[in-house]
């Protein structure tokens, strides 16, 4: 049992997914996550096998049912983020008017050393 809190420790889930409890736990703010305090819930997972479904970005904070097991270090924390892409590559265009830019200003540059030697 205590083996199942310390891996789900910190895990990284994506929008949308659903997690799977296989035990009772409790869906809890930052601060009650702190002092595993079980009285002001946000959701109660009393069913083994419960499923829990992300509505939202963000850090979710689970505790043990059991204060006790809590303080043991039955918590843990999921944080679900949004899927990061990479943008597309820049097109060749966008590359050669870039270049042109940066050849003019080191021209530039060029001119003005020239000019205070």
Avoid at 14 to 38: A, P, W
Avoid at 52 to 63: A, K, N, P
Avoid at 65 to 83: H, L, M, R, T, W
Wanted: charged share 30%; net charge negative; aromatic share 12%.
């Amino acid at each position: 049992m205590f083996q199942y809190w310390s891996f789900c420790k910190k895990k990284l889930s994506t929008f949308s997914n659903t997690y799977q409890f296989e035990l009772s736990g409790v869906d809890v703010n930052k601060d009650d996550y702190d002092k595993c305090n079980i009285d002001n819930s946000i959701k109660k997972m009393d069913d083994e096998n419960y499923v829990y479904d992300f509505d939202r970005l963000g850090s979710f904070c689970f505790i043990s049912g059991n204060k006790d097991k809590c303080k043991e270090g039955q918590n843990f924390v999921i944080v679900v983020a949004a899927e990061v892409r990479l943008s597309p590559s820049v097109s060749k265009e966008d590359k050669e008017e870039h270049h042109t830019f940066l050849t003019r200003q080191q021209s530039k540059e060029d001119k003005k050393s020239t000019t205070l030697s």
